[in-house]
C-alpha cells in the first residue's frame, strides 16, 4: 500500500525551528518529486515546497523562501522541511504529496499523508 | 506566479449536476487538476490532466476545458460528494492551488 506518514509537528514560538518528517512506502520513493502543502486553519490549501527526485532541485513558495528547507534522504525513504523564523501565520496542516507523475519539478499530487499540525503561538 | 479563482460555494440537489469553474490566465498553457477534500481529510485527486479521471473516482466526475476556464462536473450527485474541492496547476517550478468551493448539497 502507498503512504505517506507525517511527524514533528507541534507548539512553537515566534522566531522557532520545527522539523518536520514524512515516511513513505509502496513505491519507489527516489522515482518522484515530492511536495510540502499545507493548510491553515479554516483556509484553503497552499503549495510551500518541492523537491525532485534526485534531490538536485527545490522550489519554494515565495512565502517560505529563506526560512524554510526541503530535502530528503532516499536510502530513508524520507522527506524532511526544516522550517526556520517561524511566524504566526505559519500556522497550518502540513501534508506531504507524492507527485502523480513527475520526478522533477512539481506537478499534481495523487497521494497525500494525514498531515502534521504545525501552531506557531507565544 | 499566477493565480486560479473559483467560486466559494455552490449548492444542488441530490440527483443535480454541480458545476464547479476555476478560472486563470494560464489553464490554456497548463494542465488542471482538481482535489476533492471533506472535513478532517487529506484531498483527494479527482481529475488529472484537465479531464482524465484516476481509477477508484467515479464516473460521475468529470472535467473539461475551454480558454481561461476549466470545469469539474459531477453529474447525480450524491449526499457524499459534498466537501471542498480546489483547482490546481503548475508551471515548470510553483505550484498553484484555487481558493477552493465548497459544494453543499441541499
Known amino acids: 500500500e502507498v503512504q505517506l506518514l507525517e511527524s514533528g509537528g507541534g507548539l512553537v514560538q515566534p522566531g522557532g525551528s520545527l522539523r518536520l518528517s514524512c515516511a513513505a512506502s509502496g513505491f519507489t520513493f527516489s522515482s518522484y518529486a515530492m511536495s510540502w502543502v499545507r493548510q491553515a486553519p479554516g483556509k484553503g490549501l497552499e503549495w510551500v515546497s518541492a523537491?525532485?527526485?534526485?534531490?538536485?532541485?527545490?522550489y519554494y513558495a515565495d512565502s517560505v523562501k529563506g526560512r524554510f528547507t526541503i530535502s530528503r534522504d532516499n536510502s530513508k525513504n524520507t522527506l524532511y522541511l526544516q522550517m526556520n523564523s517561524l511566524r504566526a501565520e505559519d500556522t497550518a496542516v502540513y501534508y506531504c504529496?507524492?507527485?502523480?507523475?513527475?520526478?522533477?519539478?512539481?506537478?499534481?499530487?495523487?497521494?497525500w499523508g494525514q498531515g502534521t499540525m504545525v501552531t506557531v503561538s507565544s | 506566479s499566477y493565480e486560479l479563482t473559483q467560486p466559494p460555494s455552490v449548492s444542488v440537489s441530490p440527483g443535480q449536476t454541480a458545476r464547479i469553474t476555476c478560472s486563470g490566465d494560464a489553464l490554456p498553457k497548463q494542465y488542471a487538476y482538481w482535489y476533492q477534500q471533506k472535513p478532517g481529510q487529506a484531498p483527494v485527486l479527482v481529475i488529472y490532466k484537465d479531464s482524465e479521471r484516476p481509477s477508484g473516482i467515479p464516473e460521475r466526475f468529470s472535467g473539461s476545458s475551454s480558454g481561461t476556464t476549466v470545469t469539474l462536473t459531477i453529474s447525480g450527485v450524491q449526499a457524499e460528494d459534498e466537501a471542498d474541492y480546489y483547482c490546481?496547476?503548475?508551471?515548470?517550478?510553483?505550484?498553484?492551488f484555487g481558493g477552493g468551493t465548497k459544494l453543499t448539497v441541499l
Open positions: 504529496a507524492k507527485d502523480w507523475e513527475t520526478v522533477a519539478a512539481p506537478d499534481a499530487f495523487d497521494i
Open positions: 523537491i525532485s527526485g534526485s534531490g538536485g532541485s527545490t
Open positions: 490546481q496547476s503548475a508551471d515548470s517550478s510553483s505550484v498553484v
